[in-house]
Protein backbone atom coordinates (compact mmCIF):
# COMPACT_ATOMS: atom_id res chain seq x y z
CA UNK A 1 0.00 0.00 0.00
CA UNK A 2 1.63 3.37 -1.17
CA UNK A 3 1.01 6.48 0.66
CA UNK A 4 -1.77 7.88 -1.38
CA UNK A 5 -3.61 4.66 -0.36
CA UNK A 6 -2.98 4.65 2.77
CA UNK A 7 -3.95 8.20 3.44
CA UNK A 8 -7.14 6.83 1.54
CA UNK A 9 -8.16 4.28 3.94
CA UNK A 10 -7.22 6.38 6.52
CA UNK A 11 -9.14 9.79 5.89
CA UNK A 12 -12.67 8.41 6.66
CA UNK A 13 -11.91 7.36 10.29
CA UNK A 14 -13.67 9.30 13.27
CA UNK A 15 -10.94 10.81 15.64
CA UNK A 16 -13.21 10.22 18.10
CA UNK A 17 -16.15 7.49 18.76
CA UNK A 18 -18.44 9.64 20.07
CA UNK A 19 -17.18 12.68 17.62
CA UNK A 20 -18.41 12.92 13.85
CA UNK A 21 -14.74 14.45 12.86
CA UNK A 22 -12.46 12.52 11.07
CA UNK A 23 -9.02 12.68 10.18
CA UNK A 24 -9.85 13.57 6.30
CA UNK A 25 -11.96 16.77 7.50
CA UNK A 26 -9.57 17.93 10.19
CA UNK A 27 -6.28 17.08 7.76
CA UNK A 28 -4.76 15.51 10.49
CA UNK A 29 -2.73 13.32 8.94
CA UNK A 30 0.50 15.61 8.73
CA UNK A 31 3.00 13.06 6.87
CA UNK A 32 3.51 9.01 6.08
CA UNK A 33 6.77 7.38 6.18
CA UNK A 34 6.51 3.63 5.80
CA UNK A 35 4.80 2.57 8.43
CA UNK A 36 5.05 5.84 10.47
CA UNK A 37 2.05 7.73 10.35
CA UNK A 38 2.08 11.59 12.11
CA UNK A 39 -0.65 12.97 13.18
CA UNK A 40 -1.88 16.35 14.47
CA UNK A 41 -5.44 16.41 16.07
CA UNK A 42 -7.51 19.69 16.97
CA UNK A 43 -9.39 18.93 20.06
CA UNK A 44 -8.42 17.45 23.43
CA UNK A 45 -9.53 13.46 23.66
CA UNK A 46 -6.36 12.03 25.39
CA UNK A 47 -8.42 9.01 26.76
CA UNK A 48 -9.23 8.07 22.55
CA UNK A 49 -5.84 8.20 20.92
CA UNK A 50 -5.12 4.28 21.44
CA UNK A 51 -8.21 3.40 19.99
CA UNK A 52 -7.82 5.43 17.04
CA UNK A 53 -3.94 3.63 16.86
CA UNK A 54 -5.87 0.25 16.68
CA UNK A 55 -8.92 1.56 14.46
CA UNK A 56 -6.15 3.14 11.88
CA UNK A 57 -4.01 -0.46 12.06
CA UNK A 58 -7.36 -2.47 11.19
CA UNK A 59 -7.95 0.30 8.31
CA UNK A 60 -4.79 -0.01 6.78
CA UNK A 61 -4.55 -4.08 7.07
CA UNK A 62 -0.86 -3.44 9.20
CA UNK A 63 0.46 -2.25 12.27
CA UNK A 64 1.33 1.21 12.06
CA UNK A 65 3.64 3.38 14.10
CA UNK A 66 1.17 6.41 14.83
CA UNK A 67 2.08 9.25 16.60
CA UNK A 68 0.47 11.61 17.62
CA UNK A 69 0.15 15.63 18.55
CA UNK A 70 -2.28 17.71 19.66
CA UNK A 71 -2.91 21.57 18.41
CA UNK A 72 -5.64 23.33 19.83
CA UNK A 73 -6.44 26.39 17.67
CA UNK A 74 -7.77 29.71 18.80
CA UNK A 75 -11.11 30.44 17.01
CA UNK A 76 -12.85 33.12 15.63
CA UNK A 77 -15.57 35.69 18.04
CA UNK A 78 -18.08 37.84 18.20
CA UNK A 79 -16.86 41.38 15.78
CA UNK A 80 -15.53 44.22 18.05
CA UNK A 81 -14.13 42.44 21.12
CA UNK A 82 -10.47 42.23 22.13
CA UNK A 83 -9.55 38.44 22.55
CA UNK A 84 -7.22 37.82 25.30
CA UNK A 85 -3.55 36.72 24.50
CA UNK A 86 -3.14 33.75 26.92
CA UNK A 87 -6.57 32.05 26.28
CA UNK A 88 -7.38 30.46 23.18
CA UNK A 89 -11.04 30.04 23.71
CA UNK A 90 -13.89 30.63 25.48
CA UNK A 91 -17.32 28.69 26.24
CA UNK A 92 -20.39 29.72 28.11
CA UNK A 93 -21.82 27.37 30.24
CA UNK A 94 -25.53 29.03 30.38
CA UNK A 95 -29.03 27.83 31.31
CA UNK A 96 -32.10 29.78 31.24
CA UNK A 97 -33.08 28.91 34.35
CA UNK A 98 -31.79 28.29 37.82
CA UNK A 99 -32.01 25.05 39.47
CA UNK A 100 -31.29 22.53 36.30
CA UNK A 101 -27.45 21.99 38.16
CA UNK A 102 -25.45 24.45 35.00
CA UNK A 103 -22.70 24.95 37.80
CA UNK A 104 -21.78 21.34 38.31
CA UNK A 105 -22.08 20.44 34.84
CA UNK A 106 -19.56 23.56 34.05
CA UNK A 107 -16.98 22.49 36.68
CA UNK A 108 -17.15 18.37 35.39
CA UNK A 109 -16.77 19.64 31.60
CA UNK A 110 -13.74 22.12 33.05
CA UNK A 111 -12.00 18.72 34.32
CA UNK A 112 -13.08 16.40 31.97
CA UNK A 113 -11.64 18.80 29.07
CA UNK A 114 -8.49 19.00 31.37
CA UNK A 115 -8.69 15.32 31.83
CA UNK A 116 -8.70 14.67 28.03
CA UNK A 117 -5.55 16.83 27.94
CA UNK A 118 -6.34 20.35 27.45
CA UNK A 119 -5.06 23.34 29.45
CA UNK A 120 -8.23 24.55 30.84
CA UNK A 121 -9.73 27.16 33.06
CA UNK A 122 -12.53 28.09 35.22
CA UNK A 123 -14.21 31.53 35.93
CA UNK A 124 -17.91 31.75 37.93
CA UNK A 125 -19.21 34.62 36.32
CA UNK A 126 -22.60 34.05 38.70
CA UNK A 127 -21.73 37.27 40.51
CA UNK A 128 -24.86 36.86 42.56
CA UNK A 129 -24.69 33.01 43.79
CA UNK A 130 -20.85 31.79 43.18
CA UNK A 131 -21.04 28.19 43.27
CA UNK A 132 -17.40 27.48 42.00
CA UNK A 133 -15.61 27.52 45.90
CA UNK A 134 -17.76 25.46 46.59
CA UNK A 135 -17.58 22.91 44.28
CA UNK A 136 -13.85 22.90 43.88
CA UNK A 137 -13.40 23.17 47.83
CA UNK A 138 -11.24 26.44 47.82
CA UNK A 139 -11.24 29.44 49.43
CA UNK A 140 -9.29 32.54 50.00
CA UNK A 141 -8.41 35.45 47.76
CA UNK A 142 -5.96 34.81 44.55
CA UNK A 143 -2.43 36.23 45.20
CA UNK A 144 -1.43 39.50 42.61
CA UNK A 145 1.62 38.90 40.35
CA UNK A 146 4.16 41.33 39.38
CA UNK A 147 1.54 43.24 36.91
CA UNK A 148 -1.56 43.23 39.68
CA UNK A 149 -3.30 40.68 38.21
CA UNK A 150 -4.51 37.90 40.08
CA UNK A 151 -3.16 34.31 40.06
CA UNK A 152 -6.25 31.83 39.97
CA UNK A 153 -6.51 28.69 41.93
CA UNK A 154 -5.08 25.66 40.96
CA UNK A 155 -7.21 22.84 41.57
CA UNK A 156 -7.51 19.03 40.66
CA UNK A 157 -5.12 20.73 37.16
CA UNK A 158 -7.68 23.62 36.40
CA UNK A 159 -7.29 27.31 36.89
CA UNK A 160 -10.44 29.11 38.88
CA UNK A 161 -11.26 32.34 39.83
CA UNK A 162 -14.57 33.65 41.28
CA UNK A 163 -15.98 36.21 42.68
CA UNK A 164 -16.68 34.31 46.16
CA UNK A 165 -12.93 34.02 46.52
CA UNK A 166 -12.99 38.08 46.81
CA UNK A 167 -15.90 38.40 49.32
CA UNK A 168 -17.24 36.50 52.67
CA UNK A 169 -19.21 33.97 51.85
CA UNK A 170 -22.46 35.30 53.96
CA UNK A 171 -22.14 38.84 52.00
CA UNK A 172 -24.97 39.37 49.76
CA UNK A 173 -24.09 41.53 46.01
CA UNK A 174 -26.73 44.10 46.21
CA UNK A 175 -24.90 45.44 43.54
CA UNK A 176 -26.83 46.93 40.19
CA UNK A 177 -26.20 45.66 36.89
CA UNK A 178 -23.25 48.10 36.13
CA UNK A 179 -21.32 47.01 38.54
CA UNK A 180 -22.39 43.16 38.22
CA UNK A 181 -20.68 43.81 34.51
CA UNK A 182 -17.67 45.46 35.59
CA UNK A 183 -17.13 42.79 38.03
CA UNK A 184 -17.54 40.34 35.21
CA UNK A 185 -15.11 41.86 32.92
CA UNK A 186 -12.27 42.69 35.28
CA UNK A 187 -12.59 39.06 36.69
CA UNK A 188 -11.91 38.06 32.82
CA UNK A 189 -9.39 40.06 32.40
CA UNK A 190 -7.88 40.89 35.39
CA UNK A 191 -6.57 37.10 36.42
CA UNK A 192 -3.23 35.99 35.02
CA UNK A 193 -4.41 32.88 32.83
CA UNK A 194 -1.64 30.65 31.84
CA UNK A 195 -1.76 29.75 28.36
CA UNK A 196 -5.23 27.79 28.66
CA UNK A 197 -6.84 26.12 25.54
CA UNK A 198 -10.15 26.43 27.04
CA UNK A 199 -11.84 28.87 29.31
CA UNK A 200 -14.99 27.62 31.00
CA UNK A 201 -17.42 30.42 32.06
CA UNK A 202 -20.28 29.34 33.91
CA UNK A 203 -22.75 31.59 33.59
CA UNK A 204 -25.67 32.59 35.91
CA UNK A 205 -29.10 31.40 34.85
CA UNK A 206 -31.37 34.30 32.49
CA UNK A 207 -30.89 36.71 29.55
CA UNK A 208 -29.81 39.94 32.03
CA UNK A 209 -27.48 42.13 32.46
CA UNK A 210 -24.27 39.65 32.94
CA UNK A 211 -25.22 37.76 29.81
CA UNK A 212 -25.21 41.08 27.34
CA UNK A 213 -21.98 41.85 28.81
CA UNK A 214 -20.65 38.65 27.78
CA UNK A 215 -22.13 38.54 24.15
CA UNK A 216 -21.08 42.41 24.23
CA UNK A 217 -17.63 42.65 25.99
CA UNK A 218 -15.69 39.42 26.38
CA UNK A 219 -14.60 37.26 23.55
CA UNK A 220 -16.76 33.58 23.40
CA UNK A 221 -15.88 31.15 21.27
CA UNK A 222 -19.27 29.38 21.71
CA UNK A 223 -21.67 28.20 24.29
CA UNK A 224 -23.55 25.38 25.61
CA UNK A 225 -26.86 25.29 27.09
CA UNK A 226 -28.01 23.09 29.92
CA UNK A 227 -31.31 21.94 30.83
CA UNK A 228 -33.58 19.91 32.37
CA UNK A 229 -36.28 17.57 30.42
CA UNK A 230 -38.95 19.80 32.61
CA UNK A 231 -41.10 21.89 30.08
CA UNK A 232 -40.81 25.11 32.03
CA UNK A 233 -36.53 24.62 32.24
CA UNK A 234 -36.73 24.16 28.08
CA UNK A 235 -38.82 27.22 27.84
CA UNK A 236 -36.09 29.28 29.49
CA UNK A 237 -33.74 27.68 27.47
CA UNK A 238 -34.53 28.14 24.25
CA UNK A 239 -34.81 31.65 25.14
CA UNK A 240 -31.11 31.64 26.41
CA UNK A 241 -30.21 29.95 23.19
CA UNK A 242 -31.95 32.18 20.80
CA UNK A 243 -29.58 35.38 22.78
CA UNK A 244 -27.03 33.89 21.68
CA UNK A 245 -27.69 33.31 18.15
CA UNK A 246 -28.60 36.94 17.98
CA UNK A 247 -25.36 38.07 19.25
CA UNK A 248 -23.29 36.04 16.56
CA UNK A 249 -22.05 33.23 19.57
CA UNK A 250 -22.46 30.16 18.03
CA UNK A 251 -24.17 27.38 20.61
CA UNK A 252 -22.01 24.32 20.32
CA UNK A 253 -24.90 21.98 21.96
CA UNK A 254 -27.26 21.33 24.62
CA UNK A 255 -26.79 19.20 27.38
CA UNK A 256 -30.00 17.41 29.34
CA UNK A 257 -29.07 16.96 32.87
CA UNK A 258 -31.31 14.90 35.70
CA UNK A 259 -32.39 13.07 32.21
CA UNK A 260 -33.07 9.80 34.47
CA UNK A 261 -33.22 9.58 38.02
CA UNK A 262 -30.89 6.39 39.50
CA UNK A 263 -32.07 5.02 42.58
CA UNK A 264 -28.71 4.71 44.95
CA UNK A 265 -29.95 1.75 46.17
CA UNK A 266 -31.44 -0.44 43.34
CA UNK A 267 -29.85 1.41 40.36
CA UNK A 268 -33.51 1.50 38.77
CA UNK A 269 -34.13 4.57 36.66
CA UNK A 270 -37.27 6.93 36.30
CA UNK A 271 -37.54 9.57 34.02
CA UNK A 272 -39.05 11.95 37.18
CA UNK A 273 -38.58 15.05 34.53
CA UNK A 274 -40.19 14.06 31.05
CA UNK A 275 -38.51 12.67 28.25
CA UNK A 276 -37.47 13.90 25.00
CA UNK A 277 -37.64 17.74 25.30
CA UNK A 278 -33.81 18.36 24.83
CA UNK A 279 -34.23 16.29 21.71
CA UNK A 280 -37.09 18.00 20.30
CA UNK A 281 -35.22 21.64 21.03
CA UNK A 282 -32.10 20.05 19.20
CA UNK A 283 -34.36 19.32 16.20
CA UNK A 284 -35.92 22.65 15.94
CA UNK A 285 -32.98 24.23 16.60
CA UNK A 286 -30.41 22.82 14.44
CA UNK A 287 -27.99 22.23 17.54
CA UNK A 288 -27.03 18.87 18.50
CA UNK A 289 -27.55 17.25 21.87
CA UNK A 290 -24.42 16.81 23.51
CA UNK A 291 -25.40 14.36 25.99
CA UNK A 292 -27.59 13.29 28.66
CA UNK A 293 -26.75 13.21 32.47
CA UNK A 294 -28.46 11.46 35.39
CA UNK A 295 -30.04 12.43 38.25
CA UNK A 296 -27.63 10.94 40.57
CA UNK A 297 -27.00 10.52 44.60
CA UNK A 298 -22.90 10.22 43.71
CA UNK A 299 -22.88 13.62 41.68
CA UNK A 300 -24.93 15.67 44.25
CA UNK A 301 -22.63 14.22 47.30
CA UNK A 302 -19.17 14.74 45.15
CA UNK A 303 -20.88 17.76 44.35
CA UNK A 304 -21.27 19.03 48.01
CA UNK A 305 -17.46 17.79 49.28
CA UNK A 306 -15.86 20.01 46.74
CA UNK A 307 -14.70 16.87 44.70
CA UNK A 308 -16.36 16.97 41.74
CA UNK A 309 -17.25 13.85 39.84
CA UNK A 310 -14.69 13.53 37.23
CA UNK A 311 -12.32 14.42 40.08
CA UNK A 312 -13.45 11.88 42.60
CA UNK A 313 -13.96 9.12 40.16
CA UNK A 314 -12.34 9.54 36.71
CA UNK A 315 -13.15 6.28 35.11
CA UNK A 316 -16.75 6.16 36.72
CA UNK A 317 -19.76 5.82 35.20
CA UNK A 318 -21.09 9.24 35.75
CA UNK A 319 -17.62 10.78 34.63
CA UNK A 320 -17.56 9.07 31.24
CA UNK A 321 -20.61 10.98 30.33
CA UNK A 322 -19.01 14.24 31.17
CA UNK A 323 -16.09 13.14 29.49
CA UNK A 324 -18.19 11.92 26.06
CA UNK A 325 -19.80 15.49 26.09
CA UNK A 326 -16.50 17.41 26.26
CA UNK A 327 -14.84 15.31 23.75
CA UNK A 328 -17.77 16.52 21.67
CA UNK A 329 -17.81 19.82 22.47
CA UNK A 330 -14.12 20.30 22.00
CA UNK A 331 -14.10 18.32 18.81
CA UNK A 332 -17.48 20.89 17.57
CA UNK A 333 -15.70 24.10 18.54
CA UNK A 334 -12.59 22.64 16.31
CA UNK A 335 -14.46 23.33 13.05
CA UNK A 336 -15.46 26.72 13.66
CA UNK A 337 -13.47 29.47 11.39
CA UNK A 338 -9.92 29.66 13.17
CA UNK A 339 -8.75 33.14 14.86
CA UNK A 340 -6.06 34.14 12.36
CA UNK A 341 -5.57 38.03 13.58
CA UNK A 342 -2.30 36.76 15.73
CA UNK A 343 -0.93 36.05 12.19
CA UNK A 344 -1.13 40.03 10.60
CA UNK A 345 0.54 42.86 11.52
CA UNK A 346 -1.08 46.22 10.94
CA UNK A 347 0.96 49.25 10.48
CA UNK A 348 0.38 52.36 9.97
CA UNK A 349 2.34 55.20 7.60
Known amino acids: MNEEQLRAA ?14 GQARAIKSISGHVVHLSLPFACASQHEHLRERMSTAAGLALDVRIDVKIEAHVVQAGVS ?3 H ?8 SGKGGVGKSTTAVNLALALAYEGARVGLLDADIYGPSVPLLLNVNGKPALNAE ?5 HARYGIEANSIGFLIDADSPMAWRGPMVSQALQQLFSQTAWDNLDYLIIDMPPGTGDIQLTLAQKIPVTGAVIVTTPQDLALLDARKGLKMFEKTNIPVLGIVENMALHVCSNCGHEEAIFGTGGASKMSEDCHVPLLGRLPLAMDIRVQADKGEPTVAAEPEGIHAQHYRRIARQLSARLAVLPKDLSHKFKVTTA
Open 10 to 23: LDNLAISADADLTL
Open 83 to 85: VLP
Open 148 to 152: EKMIP
Open 87 to 94: VKNVIAVA
